[in-house]
């Protein structure tokens, strides 16, 4: 198990760059967030032992159960939080999170706020866009976006630092599709970027084990990958 982690580990990392070097990129550009979701917590040494520090959750309490874990082993990581996320529980993965990629409304990051300004730590954000994908996650509308940021400029939130977008494509094999999703991201954030020049909003969080190779074409700047990684996941109500 330790041995194919690794060698998954190796190999992405190992494509990632080629397929931005044959895009004109500079092949240290795109990181790679290995996403543990529904992965035990022993998966997760074996990926940290391979080198891997960026991990991605998308349910609090399983998140917060497996990296206290890792924090009382002092396992460096740095957790991102990719699922939706319900205000109730801001409190708690705020503890252990370094950014949370799925703010998708204001009244979250109000939260997201007020629950780091409690504890006296900085938490980078990035804004997820709805592109095309099924369900509901994401921003669907540029003006309630644009209200989110403007209260950010505003300095009503001193502890939460935009740093980009996130968005996941459609689940389709229609590649043309897929790309629509990725392009639809990086002009938005090119947009917003030209509007609030006062963030530094480069990061183009997109690309999953299905689709990374597109995504890092159109400029992705973090590919969240769980499957290729770790294998499949199975699924259960309770970790
Ligand atoms: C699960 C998940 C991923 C990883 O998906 P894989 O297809 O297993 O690589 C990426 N992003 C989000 C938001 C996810 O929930």
């Given at each position: ?96 999170a ?10 979250l ?111 992705s ?6 499957t ?10 309770d970790?």
């Amino acid at each position: 198990m330790a041995e194919m982690i690794k060698e998954n580990l190796n190999r992405i990392i190992c494509d990632i760059k080629n397929i931005a070097k044959n895009a004109g990129r500079n092949e240290n550009d795109v990181k790679l967030l290995a996403v543990s979701k529904f992965h035990p917590v022993e998966e997760i040494i074996e990926a940290s032992d391979a080198g891997q520090i960026l991990f991605g959750e998308n349910r609090v309490q399983e998140a917060c159960e497996k990296f206290q874990k890792l924090n009382e082993e002092n396992i460096k990581f740095s957790l991102h939080m990719i699922g939706s996320l319900q205000t109730n529980k801001v409190r708690n993965i705020v503890k252990y999170a370094e950014c949370i990629q799925s703010v998708d409304r204001l009244e979250l990051l109000k939260e997201i706020e007020k629950q780091c300004a409690k504890i006296d730590r900085k938490i980078n954000i990035l804004f997820e866009i709805h592109t095309g994908e099924e369900s509901k996650a994401g921003f669907q509308s540029e003006e309630d976006l644009d209200q989110t940021l403007r209260y950010c400029v505003d300095n009503n939130a001193p502890h939460v630092i935009p740093r980009g977008f996130m968005t996941m494509a459609p689940f389709t094999k229609n590649e043309s599709l897929i790309r629509k999703s990725f392009i639809t991201l990086r002009e938005l954030r090119d947009k917003f970027q030209a509007k609030y020049k006062q963030f530094d909003l480069s990061e183009l969080s997109m690309g999953m084990s299905g689709d990374y190779k597109i995504a890092i074409e159109e400029g992705s700047t973090m590919v969240r990958i769980g499957t290729a990684i770790f294998g499949e996941r199975v699924y259960k109500k309770d970790i």
